[in-house]
């Protein structure tokens, strides 16, 4: 008889993997699992209930918030404030930081990024979209946790997480040590291990990107997509190319089948399009968690310098093998940008630590 195991069950059974915690992170992560199951139930049935549709708002980068997109930033700033364990929450759907300074989060030690439903753009198409979490604990030592706490390093990720609202609900996280995706069954409503130890295959067959901007793209991916299309049956090609429009579900395919998202520099994002906090650096994570790759076509995600909450990276992510072939073909055909990424590292390492800025 197969052991039904919940996240919870799960989280608590992995707790001694980590000596230092104390139980926060354990809670920190059942919180957010608790705030996705109402997300889940609202996104259902978003058809059926007058959340659909735009608000009138927009966010921090213009974009139209739709009330789905509000009610789910609200549900998760909700559930980490209640929790006590959360100091600074940086999200895609506030302009700044909030910092947390209730009488129970006084001991909190944990940032967390989030985009709460990312590929908002397709609620009302009925396509899948997700929420993206990204955990940190806190560097700064005592008194209030400061905005440098909300812009460390991806390598800094203690954890990281998404939860796809697709054909079923799944929320698929790492705190480092491997990577487990939990299936919710309505009929407990609890989010049950399903995938336990994911890896991504090193080699996909399966790629991702929104070709509409070929005409923007950098030569070096040009030369990526039509090396992708060839002929070439001993290596599988022509390549499968499948685009969702929401980053959760790109990559929750490739992660089980294999493949590469990729969201380059174009024309109207100069310096991509995703965003480094919430949705890059804990994609990134997951993804080498998994056995895969993740880097910007040159450089590392989880090594890129944070200077700004809501700042923007290229993206390639997925099969070892697929990136590297991206990377060599950036390397060749587009070593400028390359260049400029260095300059970039490079001033920002000079910079004082406590500058911030827009890259
Ligand atoms: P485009 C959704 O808005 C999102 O942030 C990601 O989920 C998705 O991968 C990307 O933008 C889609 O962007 O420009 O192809 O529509």
Redesign the pocket.
Known sequence: MSVVKTLGQFIIEKQKDFPYAKGELSRLLRDIGIASKIVNREVNKAGLVDILGEIGTTNTHGESQKKLDVFANEQFISALTCGGECCIIVSEENDDAIYIESEVSQNAKYIVAIDPL??S?NIDVNVGVGTIFSIYRRKSLDGKATLQDALQKGVDQVAAGYVVYGSSAMLVYTTGKGVNGFTLDPSIGEFCLSHPDMTIPKDGYIYSI?EGNYGHFPQGVKKYIKYCQVMDEETHRPYSSRYI????A?LHRNMIKGGIFI?PTTASAPNG??RLVY?CNPMAFIIEQAGGRATDGFERILDKEVTSLHQRSAIFLGSENMVLKAEELMKEHSPEIGRVIDIQSASSLDSDASKVGNL
Do not use: A, R
Not at 245 to 248: E, L, Q, R
């Open positions: 990312d590929g753009s929104n429009g929401s980053m959760v790109d969201y399009k995703l949705e």
